[in-house]
């Protein structure tokens, strides 16, 4: 197929801005060249592939970013502010749609969603959240009815906040995982990793941390720098580690010391990246049992799974997780999140989108 992919309009791909959006990218383009496929990504201008995408043309566009779903009150209405790069993005898009069986969306956004009956080329739509706003619940809900094939979800848990008149499509999610090396051996560090957002939780895994004396190493873009000042200020010094934004190379090298990583999402997470990347590395996940995380950390298994915002029970599944064998947290990422096997479901998923338009002309 030729394929067009149409990135997040927040921040360039390789800024970490748009989140977990940027490794279902990166895994996407290099999963479905190496099937065979013709990529091109449309993305905002000045981002960049990594060497596994290098078969894929990558076009840029400027604008202004579109201010993110999860940070607005969910009755919010649609915004699309001056010079909008979502709105050049599907112009971009929808000029060139003859050349492409599929244009396959990233972005999490009423425009993509609204235009899915009016194009010539189909659009399909990998949601990327939960739900967080009433318009957006209302329109994929309409194009759940009118286009159920073009809609694909990471997690079950994910696709439970939709009203769905089917059983979702789910497709995980997939990484290079020769990128990230198995350590056998854990050093006394406690890890987390996300957007330093309300969202993700953080103060509850450094509440964590101070309880059980061991230090918590952070990694990740400061989205909201006020909160992790309160963050910060909540535990005794030194209990945080900033260690920045670090490309995934960097990132999983010092990833894979820690003995467990933490996951405290305070939403309905769609997938949760940095817990298959941890277990890619051998480290276990002591996680709430809320959203995508939920799905991925198998008690006892792969990690250790807690009632949500209890900071008791996080504690006590830390322990559990520091028991778990390393190994099989990294055989169990082989199993379930390979980018190539991600890449065979997408290859599946778009394959029937382009069979349903073409048995509607
Ligand atoms: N990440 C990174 N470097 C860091 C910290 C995080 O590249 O220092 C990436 C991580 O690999 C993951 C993403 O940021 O893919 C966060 O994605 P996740 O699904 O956990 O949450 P989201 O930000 O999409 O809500």
Redesign the pocket.
């Known amino acids: 197929m030729r394929l067009l992919v149409v990135s997040t309009p927040v921040g360039t791909l390789g800024s970490?801005r748009?989140?977990?959006?940027?490794?279902?990218a990166r895994a996407l383009v290099a999963g479905l060249l190496e099937r065979g496929h013709q990529l091109t990504v449309l993305a905002a201008e000045g981002s960049t592939l990594p060497p596994s995408c290098a078969g894929a043309a990558l076009w840029g566009e400027t604008g202004m970013d579109q201010p993110s779903w999860?940070h607005r009150p969910r009755s919010a209405p649609v915004e699309l502010p001056a010079g909008t790069l979502l709105g050049r993005l599907w112009r971009r898009a929808l000029s060139h749609q003859a050349d492409f069986d599929v244009i396959l969306n990233l972005a999490y956004d009423w425009l993509p969603l609204w235009l899915t009956p009016h194009t010539a080329t189909p659009v399909a739509h990998l949601v990327?959240?939960g739900s967080v706003a009433a318009v957006m619940d209302e329109l994929i809900a309409e194009i759940a009815r009118s286009h159920p094939q073009h809609l694909a979800f990471h997690t079950a848990a994910q696709a439970a906040d939709f009203d769905l008149p089917q059983p979702p499509r789910l497709v995980g999610?997939g990484f290079d995982l020769g990128r990230y090396r198995f350590q056998a051996e854990p050093a006394e560090l406690l890890g987390w990793?996300?957007?330093i957002?309300p969202?993700?939780g953080l103060e509850d895994a450094a509440a964590a941390a101070a309880r059980l004396g061991l230090p918590l190493a952070v990694?990740?873009?400061q989205e909201d720098p006020a909160y992790a000042r309160r963050v910060e200020a909540s535990v005794p010094p030194g209990t945080l580690r900033w260690?920045?934004?670090?490309?995934?190379e960097?990132?999983q090298a010092e990833l894979g010391h820690c003995a467990v990583l933490l996951?405290t999402?305070k939403w309905n997470?769609?997938?949760?990246?940095?817990?298959v990347?941890a277990l890619a590395c051998g480290v276990p996940v002591a996680a709430y049992a809320r959203g995508?995380p939920a799905e991925l950390v198998q008690e006892g298994h792969t990690g250790a799974l807690a009632r949500p915002d209890d900071v008791a029970a996080l504690v006590a599944a830390v322990g559990r997780a520091r028991r778990i064998e390393r190994r099989r947290c990294r055989t169990w990422a082989e199993q379930h999140c390979s980018q190539q096997a991600f890449a065979a479901r997408i290859e599946a998923w778009l394959e029937a989108v382009n069979g349903s338009a073409l048995a509607r002309r």
């Open positions: 970490g748009g989140g977990g959006v940027e490794i279902t999860q990327s959240m999610n990793a996300g957007r957002a969202e993700k990694w990740g873009l260690r920045g934004f670090l490309p995934t960097q990132l996951n999402p997470e769609a997938f949760g990246n940095v817990v990347e995508g």
